[in-house]
C-alpha cells in the first residue's frame, strides 16, 4: 500500500488537513497522486470560500472571535484584563522554575544572554498580581490574552508563535476550594463556546512547571490547562503562593 509523500503530507497540512486525511493509503502510486490532486484542489476552493466569507460577511478571525467571547465573559467572572511586556527577562523564567537545565529552556527564544521572548503569560501575570495585591490589600483577578513564542517541535500544527489566554486570581477563594472552582471555570469556559460537556473531559496530568494540572481535553487533545495554589514562586526573594 502506499501511503502520501511528505511534500504530500506537509501540503494537507498548510491547507488544514486532518491526521487521518495524510494517512490514507492507497493500492498504487498512480492512484495516491491522482487522489492528492483532487484532494488539494478540493482544499484550496473551500479555502478561497473561506477567506471570502471572511472579508465580506464576518470580519474577523476565528482566534478574534473566540477571545473576545472569553474576555467578555472573563470580564464578567470579575477579571481584569491586563496588557504586559512580550520581552522578559532571564531571571522571570528562573522565578517561573525555568532555568538552562528546564527542558522548556529549548524552546525559548533568545534575544540575548539574558532576555528572551515570552513563552508563557505567566511570569508578567504573577508579577502584576503581587503588586495589586501589595497596593490594595485585597484578592486580586486579572487576566491576559496575547502572543507567546516557543521553538516548537511537536508536528505541523504547532506554530512557533501563537495566542494564549491566562488568567489568574489570588486569595479569592476559600483554602480546599480551590479545584472545585477551577474546574467550574473550565466547564463556564466550554459552555461559553458552546461546546456540550459530552464532547470534552477533564483530565489531571503532570506538569514540568505546576506540578499537576486540570487539563480540558477534545479527543485525547489539550485544550486548555489550569493549576491551583499554593504553588511556591520566587519573585525578587519573596516567597508568591498563587491560590
Not at 467571547?69 to 531571571?91: H, R, S, Y
Not at 528546564?102 to 502584576?128: G, I, T
Not at 499537576?212 to 525578587?236: C, H, K, Q, R
Request: net charge negative; charged share 30%.
Amino acid at each position: 500500500m502506499e501511503k502520501f509523500t511528505i511534500t504530500q503530507k506537509e501540503r494537507i497540512g498548510e491547507l488544514n488537513g486532518t491526521t487521518e486525511m495524510m494517512e490514507m493509503e492507497f493500492e498504487t502510486i498512480e492512484n495516491r497522486d491522482s487522489s492528492f490532486r483532487e484532494m488539494e484542489k478540493s482544499m484550496v476552493k473551500e479555502s478561497r470560500t473561506k477567506i471570502k466569507e471572511l472579508l465580506h460577511e464576518k470580519y474577523m478571525t476565528k482566534t478574534v472571535e473566540v477571545g473576545r467571547n472569553l474576555e467578555q465573559w472573563l470580564m464578567g467572572e470579575g477579571f481584569t484584563k491586563v496588557v504586559t511586556p512580550t520581552i522578559i527577562t532571564k531571571q522571570m523564567l528562573a522565578q517561573m522554575t525555568i532555568d538552562e537545565y528546564h527542558k522548556l529552556s529549548e524552546q525559548v527564544f533568545w534575544l540575548d544572554n539574558k532576555k528572551c521572548l515570552r513563552p508563557m503569560l505567566a511570569p508578567n501575570l504573577y508579577v502584576v498580581m503581587r503588586e495589586l495585591k501589595r497596593i490594595t490589600n485585597e484578592p486580586v483577578k486579572i487576566f491576559e490574552l496575547g502572543s507567546c513564542f516557543r521553538k516548537e517541535s511537536q508536528g505541523a500544527q504547532h506554530m512557533n508563535e501563537f495566542t494564549m489566554l491566562n488568567c489568574v486570581e489570588l486569595a479569592y477563594v476559600k483554602d480546599g476550594q480551590q479545584l472545585d472552582e477551577l474546574k467550574r471555570l473550565a466547564h463556564a469556559a466550554m459552555k461559553r463556546l458552546g461546546v456540550p460537556e459530552e464532547e470534552y473531559e477533564l483530565v489531571v496530568e503532570e506538569s514540568t512547571v505546576y506540578g499537576s494540572t486540570v487539563d480540558i481535553e477534545i479527543n485525547g487533545m489539550e485544550v486548555a490547562s489550569g493549576s491551583y495554589g499554593p504553588i511556591f514562586l520566587i519573585v525578587s526573594g519573596e516567597c508568591l503562593i498563587p491560590g
